[in-house]
Structures are given as structure tokens and as C-alpha cells.
């Protein structure tokens, strides 16, 4: 059955028959069901102007047929693919800024201070997860685009203060205001992803704009050594990058638009791919309270938040101590550990753009949207997990031991393959609950934040005794990994549950 669409027939037959969203035309709640998608106003008209809507996603969800509707456009190129190279630069920035601390922390601190580097290290995630839920709120009421220039901007500033005074009660405020400001960053980018990704493209969308992760942390980590060595003193590295942040904070404020009827108004999105993307994505709508008991008594929902927190223990560790892993357990040089750290990163970015790709090419094959979740999900822990306990049996020589081969093959297979979760349970907040993803996703990226700061602490505190712990470390990251891919793979679910 395929109905007429809400809002204002007028302003539709101006754009081509594209619905326009906004104020809606009726007095009297009005329930539609398209061909793709199901809406529900549960709004109350005269309070539309003081809120930002959000998004409700397909409560069936179908991939569509090209043949069919005569839809043709391209990923690569198109307008919604430049917003994503904005969203890639930025998170390049932002993962810049917080690596820079993992490298220039090796010059900061002696060899036997682990238990204080691991205090600096999880400082930033302090800050990190206390501001997910409010920037949830802010993008959702405010509007995504706002609320992530401002999380720029203030990680620009933060960074750039750390190195004018060396106490390190300072650099410990300073590295949790920077967290504050990027723990905005993704609930603010979620918003803007709903409203320009057809949700079957939105596996391909995330590993676009995860992949600036990886590009920020290789980048630190291959070049922050070399600055040192240039420049003479660490506080370089965060110069540099505070500086970069900034620019980026004037990137987004001048090119990027929040929505595709934004653009659209500004001339540099055509009416075919607004059709396109309105294949994808239902009407806008803001509801009138936030559920947060049916948030936190979901089991589905919990069990997203259950492997965000595994997932990112590990890979939150890594970020933080694998420099120190090379130099400690292996005495490589700086330029080596520059080059060692990097190698484990640059598959990330690989292997989650295939896999995003081939996770949407399943769709399109009629797979169910559940399995292909589940699917990449236990693929993306599990075979890390693997990994991880085999590094337990490195024993610690120089570089270029037999031990130390293993151990660099196995951390990069490791590492790189976390891509593979980028089509699984990272997607999965815009499938359950696309008009709260705001809020869903900043409440479990508080969650995966603690992580971020136990993790430093306790493999500080485990390392402090002896370095020959590292087999510790490395199979507390494998028991969470496959902890985390059971839960996910057991509870999970892949429709609308919070509308």
C-alpha cells in the first residue's frame, strides 16, 4: 500500500513530489504508511518550531529496488559522500588530538612511571564520558552541526594549552576538557547521518567516517615521533595538532550542511538524490519525552551497550599503550616504534570499508538485516580475540626476534580486523532507534568510555609490578571480546524499538 505523504502537497509539488518536513499541515495527528517506511506524529504541532525532529527509520525494512523505482545514484561522488569527507576530516582531527598524549607521554614520563602514565592517559576519557548524554541532547534539540563545531573548536583550544605548563595536575584538567569536547562528537555527527544516509547505505557510511580513526591515529603515531625529533621538544606535537583542529572547525562551519534540504537550497543537491535519499529515510518527527527507562530495561538495546564497552577496552588500550608496548617489551627505537605502531592501524580502515561494502551487498542479496548485524559483529570480536590470546605467549627480546615477528603479525591481523565490526553492532543504533540515536548512542559511548578509563589504570597497575604482565593484559582484552560478541550475538535485535 503506498499513501500519500504528510506535510504540505504544495511545497511537495515544488520539489519534485518530495514530501517537505516541518510544521505539519493538519490539525489532528495523522498516521502514514509508505512503501518503505511507517510514520507516527506524536507531536504536538504548536511546540515543532522549538525542537529539532529526528528521524524515524522503516519499521519493515526493505531494500529497494533500483529497477523498479528508476533510482539511480552513485555512492562515490554524490553530495551525500562529501558530507561524509567532511565527517572523515573531523574525526581525523579529533582521533589527531587524542593520540598525540600516546606518544608524546613516552617523552614526558620515565620508563618505570606506568601507573602515572596511566592516570594521564585515562584522563582524557574523564572528560569523555561525562559529556555523551548532554551533547546527545544538545545535537538532538540544537542540531548536530552546531554542537559538533563547538566540540572542534574546544578540542582545537584544550589541546593547544597543554603544553604551556608542565604541572601535571594541569595537563590531567587540560586532557579531560579535550575528552569533554570530543565525547560531543559522534552524538553530534548522529543526527546528520540519519538525516542524509538511506539506512541501506549506512554500513558503507560508518566505515567512511571510522576510517578518519584510523587516519588520525596513524598519523600521530607515525609522525609524532619525527615532529619531536625536528622540533626538539614534545609539546610540537600538540601545537601542531591543536592547529589542525582549528582549521577543521572552519571546514564544517562554512561547507557543511546539516541536511540534504539545506544543500538543496544552496543549489548543490540535485532533486534525483534527494529523491534517493528519501527512499531510505521516513518523515521527521520529534517526540514529546525520552524514554530513559525503556532505554535502560531493554535487553536488545543493553546488549549494544554491552559490546560497545568490550570493543572498546581493546581497542582503547591499544591506542593508549602500544607505543609503549614496542619500546618496553621489544627496545625498538623511536623511528621504529613510529613505524610499528602505525602498522596495526592502517588495516582498520581497509577491512571496514570492505566490510561495510560486503555487509550492504548482503542486504541487497535479501540476507536479513539481523544476521548481516550479528554476523559481522561476531567476526569483528571474535577473530580479535583469537589474536589477542595468541600475543599472551610473546615473551619479551629485541626487535626483530622470532617472538617479536609473531607478535607484530598477530597485533596487526588483530587490529585491522576490527573493521569488520563497522557493519555490525556500530550500525545498529540507526536501526533500532534512528529518531533517538542520539541519545542511544551517547548513553553507550558514555559506557564504552569507562573503558577508556579503566583500561589505562588497570594495565598500569598491572604493568607497575612487572613488564613480563603483558600476557595479562592481552587476555583480559580477549575474555571481553568474546564476552561481548556472545551477548551481542545472543540478545541483539536489528528493527525499530524505540518510537
Not at 534539540?141 to 583550544?157: D, E, N, P, Q, T
Not at 607515525?222 to 614534545?234: E, H, N, R
Not at 623511528?335 to 566490510?355: D, K, Q, R, T
Amino acid at each position: 500500500m503506498h499513501t500519500r505523504p504528510m506535510g504540505d502537497a504544495t511545497a511537495g509539488a515544488k520539489n519534485g513530489g518530495i514530501p517537505q518536513r516541518g510544521r505539519h499541515a493538519g490539525s489532528a495527528p495523522k498516521i502514514d504508511i509508505g512503501a518503505t517506511a511507517k510514520e507516527v506524529d506524536v507531536e504536538d504541532p504548536k511546540t515543532t518550531s522549538e525542537h529539532r525532529p529526528l528521524i524515524l527509520s522503516p519499521m519493515e525494512p526493505k531494500y529497494p529496488s533500483r529497477t523498479s523505482t528508476d533510482m539511480h545514484s552513485s555512492f562515490v561522488g554524490s553530495a551525500r559522500f562529501f558530507v561524509l569527507v567532511i565527517l572523515f576530516l573531523v574525526n581525523s582531527g579529533m582521533y589527531l588530538a587524542r593520540i598525540n598524549m600516546s606518544v608524546a607521554i613516552v617523552y614526558m614520563y620515565d620508563d618505570d612511571e606506568e601507573l602515572s602514565k596511566g592516570i594521564v592517559l585515562s584522563a582524557f576519557y574523564w572528560g569523555y564520558a561525562s559529556s555523551q548524554v548532554l551533547a546527545g541532547y544538545l545535537a538532538a534539540r540544537y542540531g548536530g552541526k552546531v554542537v559538533l563545531s563547538m566540540s572542534i573548536l574546544g578540542c582545537a583550544l584544550g589541546t593547544c594549552f597543554i603544553p604551556m605548563h608542565n604541572s601535571p595536575t594541569f595537563v590531567i584538567v587540560m586532557r579531560a576538557f579535550v575528552g569533554m569536547c570530543q565525547g560531543a562528537c559522534y552524538p553530534s555527527q548522529m543526527p546528520i547521518l540519519s538525516d542524509w544516509i538511506p539506512w541501506f547505505e549506512r554500513s558503507r557510511a560508518l566505515s567512511v567516517i571510522a576510517s578518519g580513526e584510523s587516519v588520525g591515529t596513524i598519523v600521530a603515531l607515525f609522525l609524532g615521533p619525527y615532529l619531536v625529533q625536528i622540533a626538539g621538544d614534545w609539546q610540537s606535537i600538540f601545537w601542531a595538532t591543536g592547529f589542525i583542529n582549528l582549521l577543521l572547525f572552519g571546514v564544517v562551519s562554512v561547507c557543511l550542511d546539516e541536511t540534504p534540504e539545506e544543500m538543496q537550497a544552496r543549489g548543490w543537491l540535485s532533486d534525483s538524490e534527494l529523491r534517493f535519499i528519501n527512499i531510505g529515510r521516513s518523515r521527521l518527527i520529534r517526540p514529546k519525552s525520552i524514554p530513559w527507562v525503556e532505554f535502560l530495561s531493554n535487553i536488545p538495546y543493553l546488549s549494544v551497550v554491552c559490546i560497545h564497552f568490550c570493543s572498546d577496552w581493546g581497542y582503547l588500550l591499544i591506542l593508549s599503550y602500544l607505543p609503549s608496548y614496542w619500546r618496553n617489551v621489544y627496545q625498538v627505537s623511536d623511528s621504529e616504534m613510529a613505524f610499528y605502531s602505525v602498522l596495526p592501524c592502517i588495516g582498520i580502515p581497509l577491512v571496514s570499508i570492505v566490510g561495510a561494502t560486503f555487509a550492504d551487498w548482503l542486504l541487497s542479496k535479501k540476507v536479513k538485516l539481523i544476521t548481516v548485524r550479528k554476523a559481522m559483529s561476531a567476526v569483528g570480536l571474535w577473530a580479535p580475540a583469537l589474536c589477542f590470546h595468541l600475543l599472551s605467549y610473546c615473551k619479551a627480546c629485541r626487535a626483530n626476534c622470532p617472538a617479536f615477528r609473531f607478535a607484530l603479525a598477530t597485533m596487526i591481523i588483530g587490529v585491522s580486523l576490527r573493521g569488520i565490526q563497522t557493519g555490525g553492532w556500530a550500525s545498529n543504533y540507526l536501526d533500532i532507534g534512528p529518531s533517538y540515536v542520539s541519545y542511544l548512542f551517547s548513553i553507550a559511548n558514555s559506557v564504552g568510555a569507562v573503558s577508556g578509563i579503566l583500561a589505562p589504570l588497570v594495565t598500569g597497575a598491572i604493568l607497575n609490578d612487572s613488564i613480563e604482565n603483558w600476557a595479562t593484559v592481552f587476555n583480559t582484552v580477549a575474555s571481553l571480546y568474546f564476552l561481548g560478541g556472545l551477548v551481542f550475538v545472543s540478545f541483539a535485535k536489528a528493527h525499530v524499538l524505540f518510537r
